[in-house]
């Protein structure tokens, strides 16, 4: 198979989606974290409770900081 | 009367009479004489009575013979009773007079649904009128829409009229290009003689409806270098919306792969294809072939030169704006040094110092990085060096019926459209989180008048640093996220130029309205296009007819 074939293939499989969420607890390993939109999750990683991190494949990557929430838009 | 006395017949009889003048009869009271006279008189009667002229003598022998007059009289009275039956007909015709007034009266009964009728007709003109137009003419007078009715056919007429110019155009422009070679005598072709004038920005191009539409399809490919030509037998230009560059594949005979050969040279060649007049300026990159019994073929795929900008021709960078530029700033200094002109049609906002950031990527990946974080999408002008940023969707869907649509496509000019509806199960998104990340903003985008509660995943990027940015993220997302109706129009190319009622080649992201064969209209937009030239019955020769299409994949909002 070309590289180029593989390249093409590998394109099709979609990322895992980079998540933001907020610590809202911490247990044993993993994080509790809150979404935007109110969801929440359990993702493995450390963090302190109101830090905002990064969540790819249910772990915590790194925090985000100077992540700012303004109004809803309508469109 | 006098013959009558006269006659020597009558006055013979007694032998008497010596024939003097002063005694032609004997006296009133000689019955005798007056028997015979009457009883000769009768026959001399009947033969006088043929001729009309004569019969006014006759008349006093009637007076004496009184009974005769009797009858003539009763004739006279006879026509007289005949005539109270014809009477009784004239009345009989009178009576039926009457149904026939009431036969009348719904007749004219009948003639208000009509008046309704007409009034419909004028409701459809206003409400096309109204679709064609846009919004700001919606209101317009009925009578002003006549007249603008009245300039359709006009525009038609002129279409006509001019083929024959752009015939000539074109051939001549086939001779410069093989007698002067060089790719800016190409683009000068734009501006020759007899050319329409170009189509108003933010005006529906309105192909007229016609019975026939007349056209000489015609596809040339050359190399670029010396104008040599390739004999080509067929060809398929495409663009995708989300793509950067028109692909093309194109048969040609074996004798013309030596010309393009691609492993014969080190640089990729240059070819300008052709297409109804139209020009794309292509590289080729890579060939098939085909050896058979009794005959060869030879296929050549290719991009756009916009190819050239990504990999595997162009460079890679690493790089990191230090300075707040705006976005549209940004792009065009990735394609710093390359040629290439980058417009930009999307909302613009300021990106701060030390935010956007790449590492080793070509400069049509680093336009991509920045074009994708609003959810835009590029377009590679066929024939200029120029890239245009557009939204993924200029204008909402769900605000395409108030849009002026970029073109309308009559009934009669598309040949086909075959419909692919999806979307099943999918909930109407109407909500999603839009992120940045560090130094960045979040917004909830949801649509106008509802609570943005079922969410699209959320969806985050270094760049979306400003509500503008965010908004325009979020908006296309929400679009991508409706249910949605694949529509596949194909249609005739038009040969060019391009004007008020010729769109040409319709780039993607054009809002189509377009009529069904029942006279009802949609809209939507094109997410691509596909140029077929085809010879016919398959043929390999580049002698056989030719017919040339595009076929679009048209998004429309299934309600």
Redesign the interface.
Known sequence: MSVALWRQFAGLIPKAPLRIGTITAVNAGTVTVTLANGGTFIARGTGSVSDVVFIQDDEVRSTVSGLTAGADQDV | MGQLYDSAAIYDWNGTYDGGVDMPVGPPGFAALVHLASAQAAPAQSDQHYPWGEAAPIQSIVRLVGKAAAPHGYDIRYPWSEATPLESDVRMEWSRGQPLERVERIAWQKSTPFESVTRAAWRRAQQMLQRLVGIGWARIHPKEGITALAWRPAETHQIESRLSWRKADSREVTVRIRWRPGAQHTSGYRTGWGNDPPPDPGSTIVIPSREVYFMIPALTIIRTSDSADLDAIDCQLRYDITSYAWTFQANIPKASLALVDPAAHSDPVLVQISVNGYLFNMIVEAYTDNRKFGGSGVQITGRSRSALLGPPYAPRATFTESSSKDASQLATDALADTGWTLVWHAPDWLVPGNTFSYADKTPIEAVAQIVNSIGAVLYCDPQELTLTVNPLYPT?PWAWGTATPFASIPNAIWTNIDGQWEGQGAPDYNGV?V???????????????TD?AK?L??V?DPLIVH?DA??ER??NE?AKGLKEKTETVTMPVLPAPVSGTNPGIIPPGSLLEITEQDGTTWRGQAMGTQIDSQRSGGGQSASAGLSVRQTMPVERQAS
């Not at chain 2, 940045?436 to 649509?447: E, F, R, S, T, W």
């Open positions: 909402s989180y992120s940045g990340q560090n130094g960045g903003v979040v917004h909830l985008i949801k649509l106008t008048g943005g969410q995943p959320m985050n509500v965010a908004r979020g908006r929400l």
